[in-house]
C-alpha cells in the first residue's frame, strides 16, 4: 500500500505540473489550450529524438525539448489564438482553434516514418518507444523495505522545485504581477500600461514549457512515448485536475493533481485497472454539478 | 479528379464502388446535425458520442437478446439516449460555455471507461458482435433519415422553438427577461441533440459487424465539432455540408490521405479564424486586416453564429 501511494505521488507530480500549464492559460487569457496535451507529447517526442535519434546526452536534450516546447506555445498564441483576440471572438473559438493545432501536431508524429518528411523528429509511426537503456542513470534506492527508482526520485524533486519557482514568480516578480493584473482584469491591466499581447506571449511559453516538461518526464517514468500519450493520458485527465481544484487557480492545480493521482491509485487498488480508467471523469463531472467553483473553493475572480 | 469524373459521369458505379463512404457521410451528417441543434442554442455540448453509445449499444443489446424487429430497436435506442440526455442535461445544464464542455466531455469519458467498461452486458470494453449487421442494406435508411431529420431541424429552427433558441444564443438575460423559459429551451435542444445521436449510432451498428467502445470516445464528438463548425452552425444544411466535404476530403485528394488530419486541422483553423460562420453562411471572410489593406477588406457585420 505504502509503495501505491508513493507511486500516486509520482504521477501526481506529473498531472500537477501538466495542470499547472493548462490552469495558467485558463486564468490569464481565459481560453481552454487544448493543443497543451499535444505539446505535452512533444516534450517527449522530442527528447527522444534528440537521445535516440541525435545521440544527445539526456540533459541537454531535455533542455532543449523544454523550449522548443515554449516556443510551440508562441506558435500556439499567434497562429490560434491573437487573430480570434484581433476578432473579439468568443471564447469557444480559440478552444476550436486549439483543438485545430493539436490535431496537426499529433498528425505530423503519428505520420512520420523512416523516409518521411519528419523522419529528423520520429521514425516510429504511431508505435510507442522509450528510451535506449542506459541513456538516462537510473539507480535504485531501497529506503525502509520500498523500491525507488531514481528517475521518479527526479520527477518528484523536479517537480516540486519547479512548482514552488512558479509560485515565486507569480507572487513575486514584477512579469507575475502583471500576470495577476491582466487575469484579474484585461482592460485595466492595458490602462495601467501592461502591454496585454506581451503578457499573453509569455504566458503561452511558460504554459507550454512546464507542458512539454511533464511530457518527458512521463516518457522518463513510464517508458511509454508515443504520439498518443498526450491525448490518451492526460489531455482529458488535465481536465480533471483543474476541475478539481478550481479553474485558473494553481495551487488549486498542484492540489488537483496529487488528489487525482491518489484517487485513481486507490480506485485501482480496490476495483482494478477498469474502473480506475473512469474515475477521473465520473470525478471531473461530479465536481463540475455539485461544486463547479473546484474542491478548494477558490473565488473565481481570485484565481492566480 | 477522378472521384468526380465517376460521380458525374458513372454515378452508379460509383455508389457500387463508394458505398461505405456514402454510408459513413450519412452518418457523420446525422451526427453533425445532433451537434447543431444543441449548438444553435448556443450550448457547446460534446456528449454526442456517449448519447451514439447509447442508442448503438441498446440496438445491438435488444436484438441479441429479444425477438423485435430492427427498427424498433433502433427506436429504442434512440428513446434511450434522449431519457439519458434528460438525466445528464438536468445537472449539466446549468453550466455555460467552456464549463459545459468539459463537463459533458466527462460525461462521455464517464460512460464509456466506467460504465461499459465494467458492465457484463456490454461485453466489457471487448466490444459486441452485431448478429443483424447488413452494411448494404443498411446505407438505405441512413440516406433516407437525413433528408428526413434535415427537414424536422430545419423546420424546427424556422418555428417559435427555433426563435427562442437564438434568442437564448445571442443573449441569455435578454431573451428570459422576455419570458423565455431558457433552461426548459436549452433542455429541449439537448433532448433532441441526445435522439438524434442515439439514432446515429444505432443506424451505424447497422452497417458495422462490431460495436468497438473504442469508437466512442472523445476523438469522435470532437470530430462531429469539427464538421459542425467548418460547415457552419447558422442553418441546418451547414453541418451536413461540413460532414460530407470533410468526410469526403480524403477520398478525393488520395495524396493527402495519411495526412487528413493535419489538413482538417488547417481548415479548421482558417475556418474558425476566417469564417466562423462556416462553409454555409451568409457574409464574407472576417478577415484579420493587416495594416496596409484598405478598410474596406474587413467584413463588418458580426455573422450570426455562435463563433
Known amino acids: 500500500m505504502t509503495q501505491q501511494i508513493l507511486n500516486a505521488i509520482f504521477i501526481g507530480s506529473i498531472y500537477a505540473l501538466f495542470a499547472v500549464g493548462y490552469t495558467l492559460v485558463f486564468g490569464v487569457l481565459d481560453v481552454l489550450n487544448l493543443a497543451h496535451s499535444a505539446v505535452f507529447m512533444l516534450g517527449a517526442v522530442i527528447t527522444y529524438s534528440l537521445v535516440a535519434l541525435h545521440g544527445m546526452p539526456f540533459l541537454p536534450a531535455a533542455v532543449i525539448a523544454v523550449l522548443v516546447c515554449g516556443l510551440l506555445g508562441l506558435l500556439i498564441e499567434f497562429v490560434a489564438l491573437r487573430p480570434l483576440r484581433r476578432r473579439n471572438a468568443p471564447p469557444i473559438s480559440a478552444l476550436i482553434s486549439t483543438i485545430g493545432l493539436a490535431l496537426i501536431f499529433v498528425a505530423i508524429v503519428e505520420q512520420a516514418n523512416p523516409g518521411s518528411f519528419f523522419s529528423w523528429l520520429w521514425q516510429d509511426g504511431a508505435n510507442s518507444v522509450r528510451f535506449p537503456a542506459g541513456a538516462v542513470p537510473n539507480p535504485t534506492f531501497h529506503v525502509l523495505g520500498l523500491t525507488i527508482e531514481g528517475t521518479k526520485l527526479l520527477i518528484l524533486i523536479t517537480a516540486v522545485v519547479l512548482m514552488l519557482v512558479l509560485g515565486y514568480v507569480i507572487r513575486f516578480t514584477q512579469l507575475g504581477r502583471a500576470l495577476r493584473a491582466v487575469a484579474e482584469n484585461r482592460r485595466a491591466a492595458t490602462l495601467l500600461g501592461i502591454q496585454v499581447d506581451r503578457i499573453f506571449a509569455s504566458t503561452l511559453f511558460l504554459s507550454s514549457a512546464l507542458g512539454g516538461l511533464a511530457g518527458l518526464l512521463f516518457g522518463l517514468a513510464i517508458s511509454d512515448i508515443s504520439p498518443y500519450i498526450g491525448r490518451d493520458q492526460v489531455e482529458l485527465k488535465g481536465l480533471a485536475v483543474i476541475v478539481l481544484g478550481g479553474m485558473g487557480s494553481i495551487p488549486g492545480a498542484v492540489l488537483g493533481g496529487y488528489l487525482l493521482g491518489l484517487i485513481e491509485v486507490l480506485a485501482f487498488v480496490r476495483f482494478g485497472s477498469n474502473v480506475e480508467a473512469g474515475v477521473a471523469f465520473a470525478a471531473l463531472f461530479l465536481v463540475l454539478v455539485i461544486r463547479p467553483q473546484g474542491l478548494f473553493g477558490a473565488r473565481l475572480r481570485e484565481r492566480l | ?307
Not at chain 2, 450519412?26 to 460534446?46: E, K, M, P, R, W
Not at chain 2, 449499444?57 to 430492427?70: C, D, E, F, G, R
Not at chain 2, 464542455?101 to 466506467?114: K, Q, S
Open chain 2, 1 to 307: 479528379m477522378d472521384f468526380f469524373i465517376q460521380l458525374f459521369t458513372d454515378p452508379v458505379g460509383f455508389y457500387n464502388q463508394h458505398e461505405l463512404l456514402i454510408a459513413q457521410i450519412g452518418i457523420n451528417a446525422i451526427l453533425a446535425i445532433s451537434l447543431f441543434v444543441t449548438f444553435y442554442s448556443g450550448q457547446l455540448s460534446l456528449a454526442n458520442a456517449g448519447f451514439m453509445a447509447i442508442g448503438a449499444y441498446t440496438t445491438v443489446i435488444l436484438s441479441l437478446y429479444l425477438p423485435l424487429p430492427l427498427p424498433v430497436n433502433m427506436l429504442i435506442g434512440a428513446v434511450l439516449a434522449g431519457l439519458v440526455g434528460l438525466m445528464v442535461g438536468l445537472p449539466v445544464l446549468r453550466l455555460r460555455g467552456v464549463f459545459l464542455a468539459i463537463a459533458t466531455i466527462g460525461f462521455v469519458e464517464a460512460l464509456r471507461l466506467g460504465v461499459i467498461l465494467n458492465v457484463p452486458i456490454t461485453g466489457e470494453g471487448q466490444g459486441l458482435k452485431n448478429p443483424t449487421a447488413d452494411p448494404l442494406g443498411g446505407i438505405l435508411p441512413i440516406l433516407v433519415s437525413l433528408p428526413i431529420l434535415a427537414y424536422i431541424v430545419w423546420r424546427l429552427t424556422r418555428a417559435r422553438l427555433g426563435q427562442a433558441w437564438a434568442a437564448i444564443r445571442e443573449d441569455e438575460l435578454a431573451a428570459s427577461s422576455n419570458g423565455i423559459n431558457v433552461p426548459l429551451y436549452k433542455m429541449i435542444a439537448f433532448i433532441i441533440g441526445a435522439v438524434i445521436a442515439g439514432y446515429a449510432g444505432a443506424l451505424e451498428t447497422h452497417i458495422n459487424f462490431f460495436v468497438d467502445p473504442t469508437e466512442y470516445g472523445v476523438t469522435r464528438t470532437i470530430q462531429i465539432l469539427t464538421f459542425a463548425v467548418v460547415g457552419g452552425t447558422t442553418n441546418v444544411f451547414g453541418p451536413i455540408v461540413g460532414a460530407v466535404f470533410l468526410t469526403a476530403l480524403p477520398e478525393i485528394v488520395r495524396q493527402f490521405a495519411s495526412y487528413r488530419d493535419v489538413v482538417n486541422g488547417i481548415i479548421l483553423i482558417l475556418v474558425i479564424i476566417f469564417r466562423p460562420q462556416g462553409i454555409v453562411g451568409r457574409g464574407g471572410l472576417a478577415l484579420i486586416r493587416p495594416k496596409w489593406l484598405p478598410a474596406s477588406w474587413s467584413a463588418r457585420e458580426r455573422p450570426a453564429s455562435a463563433l
